[in-house]
């Protein structure tokens, strides 16, 4: 738990308790143990890895990674070592530290997340799941997951029947009403939704007149979002019961505390990473220095727009 002078920045995201709200988001943040150099991993609310599927994941071609104006385009592709190497190789790294371990997974069919859930729930390390339903990236059923609510209940119904796990859902922006899919989330059994993940973008060189990244597209993400991430997590929280963890263009304190004023229960920090692998460190510090700064004895005395 993270005190200092009597502060408490713990956080309860229905029965899974965080020392702090601060967590570092799948995709910027490898497997949490490539972080250890640059940050005390113990000192964090949580981590998520990188988005796991059942076998190893190449990514697509380069480049696949450009600056924009306030952020970034990447279309990585989702790249990650795939579920068997995950447990073997980077699992034992992670037993020494005590924070939360989040793992986000994904699929290309409905069967592929229910069989991933249902290995990763075998294991007591880790903590909650993040079922990655929004990348836009891939072409195959993340995209129908994530826009369409009656396909997206369903889906989280087969993954709650498999796990007993924390299940959060972390939700796309690419849609007409967030709010539909936070329900149909919701509806099939999700303990917490994260939202969101990047909006799609381009950028051409106009030296060549060809896009930047050999996917054409991207998402967009860093603080150019944030904006309308709040809007849409402010939105999130008045139509669902189930908690909230904010997602888009947090690079301070100011931007945390923001979400956490808009209603979320916790946020994620993600392209924020890669300009300053310590962020999440100083974000922590943030809030315990804006509690002391305004005579709050924990989180729960934010001013917020929910109450």
């Known amino acids: 738990m993270n005190k200092d002078n009597n502060i408490d920045l713990s956080v309860r995201l229905g029965p899974?308790?965080?020392?702090n709200p601060?967590?570092?988001?799948?995709g910027t943040f490898a497997y949490g143990i490539e972080f250890d150099p640059f940050v005390d991993l113990n000192k964090l609310g949580g981590f998520c890895t990188k988005g796991l599927s059942k076998k190893p994941k190449m990514?697509?071609?380069f480049p696949r990674m450009i600056e924009t104006a306030s952020g970034m385009l990447n279309a990585i592709g989702l790249e990650n070592i795939g579920l068997d190497r995950f447990i073997n190789e980077k699992l034992p790294l992670l037993d020494k530290f005590q924070t939360r371990l989040i793992v986000n997974f994904f699929g290309d069919t409905v069967a592929e997340y229910v069989e991933l859930a249902s290995a990763l729930s075998e294991i007591s390390r880790i903590d909650a799941l993040e079922m990655n339903v929004s990348c836009p990236n891939v072409e195959k059923g993340g995209t129908q997951l994530s826009s369409d609510p009656v396909t997206l209940k369903r889906a989280v119904e087969s993954v709650r029947n498999v796990t007993d796990k924390f299940l959060i859902i972390k939700l796309s922006?690419?849609?007409k009403d967030i709010t539909e899919l936070a329900l149909a989330a919701e509806e099939g059994g999700a303990d917490a939704l994260s939202l969101i993940n990047?909006?799609?973008g381009l950028k051409i060189?106009?030296?060549?007149?060809?896009p930047w990244l050999a996917n054409i597209t991207g998402g967009l993400s860093g603080p150019a979002i944030k904006p309308i991430a709040l809007a849409m997590v402010y939105a999130t929280v008045r139509a669902v019961k189930i908690p909230v963890i904010g997602i888009g263009g947090i690079s301070s304190v100011e931007d945390a505390l923001e979400f956490l004023m808009a209603g979320a229960s916790?946020?994620?920090i993600g392209t924020a990473n890669y300009i300053d692998p310590s962020i999440t460190m100083k974000v922590i510090d943030g809030?315990?220095?804006?509690?002391?700064?305004?005579n709050l004895k924990s989180l729960v005395d934010l001013p917020s727009l929910k109450k």
Do not use: W
């Not at 899974?16 to 020392?19: C, L």
């Not at 601060?22 to 799948?26: D, E, G, H, R, T």
């Not at 809030?287 to 305004?294: A, G, H, P, S, T």
């Open 16 to 19: 899974m308790h965080f020392a």
């Open 22 to 26: 601060v967590i570092a988001a799948s």
């Open 59 to 61: 990514g697509n071609r």
């Open 173 to 175: 922006p690419n849609v």
């Open 198 to 200: 990047t909006f799609v």
């Open 205 to 210: 060189d106009v030296e060549s007149g060809k």
């Open 266 to 268: 916790a946020v994620q």
């Open 287 to 294: 809030l315990l220095e804006y509690c002391q700064k305004n």
